[in-house]
């Protein structure tokens, strides 16, 4: 009886939102404050406000380059941040991931003779992005006996696609230390 | 001898009523290193969520500003630490709308923050809708 209780596991609900720390990797708190720190930086960047004022420019998302040598899912990254700025209501976004999706889509009504030709869309009305937004994750990784301490930095910049221009950029910086607690912290 | 008894099970009842007496309020006052002490009475204490009552006593805004970027609000105020001991905590700051409905509260989440013994922590904050009329920082260890 005491060895089944003791083998029994339980699972808990807990806040997507809340602190994680079970280890010193990347992970869903470092995503969330690197997001809301890139969010809120952006959206208060005098220029961008200034462009955002009267009309919601179009803008797509590069894949964030990961620097780091861990394994990381950085389109989680982007993904936040852009749920973020298109909830806002400040830009619109184009879905690059999904051009080739939209295009079997596009010749599946043109040419399969199933769709009604007055219903099909129409080609050549997309978009085009006014802007791109960009960056990487990188990090420093040191180790000593006792101690691991890990520097993350992640970049992100927004740049104006025809004239090139760098419209906005930030950091983010993270550290995190891992080691045997000392005393009188 | 049955009074003698009665007595020493007297004796015994009142001394394991204030063991236990004892007892409760050590576990009361060593979650909150610190014994209770009066809610924060300054000027911005309506933007602290004071759900956590022993957090929300040892911490205060000691400044704060507020201003429109476009359409969204962005403030920026300075968590003060009251006490002379470090704080480990978490803070997260909710946006609320004309109405008092949160924004989104899940889409913000909750910072780690050490704050040695008196010591102050500018913290900047951008609404993330229009709709937000104030805020409330929120605490919790």
């Known amino acids: ?185 | 001898m049955v009074r003698e008894s009665s007595v020493i099970v007297g004796t015994l009842t009142c001394l394991l009523l204030w063991v236990l007496l004892v007892t409760t309020t050590g576990c009361i006052t060593s979650g909150t290193t610190g014994t209770l002490e009066e809610s924060p009475s300054g000027e911005f204490s309506e933007y602290i969520d004071a759900s956590n009552i022993f957090l929300s006593s040892k911490l205060s805004i000691e400044s704060m500003a507020m201003r429109d970027v476009g359409d969204l609000k962005q403030v920026q105020f300075v968590l003060h630490n009251r006490r002379h001991t470090t704080q480990d905590f978490e803070y997260k700051v909710v946006w609320y709308d004309g109405d008092g409905f949160a924004i989104d509260p899940d889409s913000r989440p909750w910072n780690p923050l050490t704050m040695r013994g008196k010591d102050s922590h500018p913290i900047t904050a951008t609404s993330p809708r229009a709709s937000a009329t104030t805020f409330k920082v929120h605490l919790k260890k």
């Open chain 1, 1 to 185: 009886m005491w060895g089944l209780v003791g083998c029994a596991s339980t699972t808990q609900y807990k806040d997507p939102t809340g602190v994680e720390n079970t280890s010193i990797d990347f992970g869903s708190t470092d995503l969330q404050m690197i997001a809301e720190k890139m969010v809120d930086s952006l959206l208060s960047f005098p220029p961008v406000v200034q462009v955002t004022a009267q009309r919601r420019p179009v803008m797509f998302v590069e894949r964030i380059k990961n620097k780091t040598s861990e394994h990381i899912d950085t389109e989680s990254i982007t993904d936040t941040i852009s749920t973020k700025i298109l909830r806002s209501g400040k830009f619109r976004f184009v879905d690059m991931d999904r051009i080739n999706a939209v295009r079997e889509q596009a010749q599946f009504q043109k040419e399969s003779g199933m769709v009604n030709q007055e219903t099909t869309m129409a080609m050549g009305r997309q978009i085009g992005a006014e802007y791109m937004l960009y960056g990487n994750l990188s990090s420093i990784v040191k180790r000593t006996s006792s101690k691991k301490d890990v520097y993350y930095k992640f970049t992100l910049k927004l740049m104006h696609l025809e004239s090139g221009i760098l419209e906005w950029q930030d950091e983010k910086e993270i550290r995190k230390v891992k080691g045997r607690s000392t005393f009188g912290r």
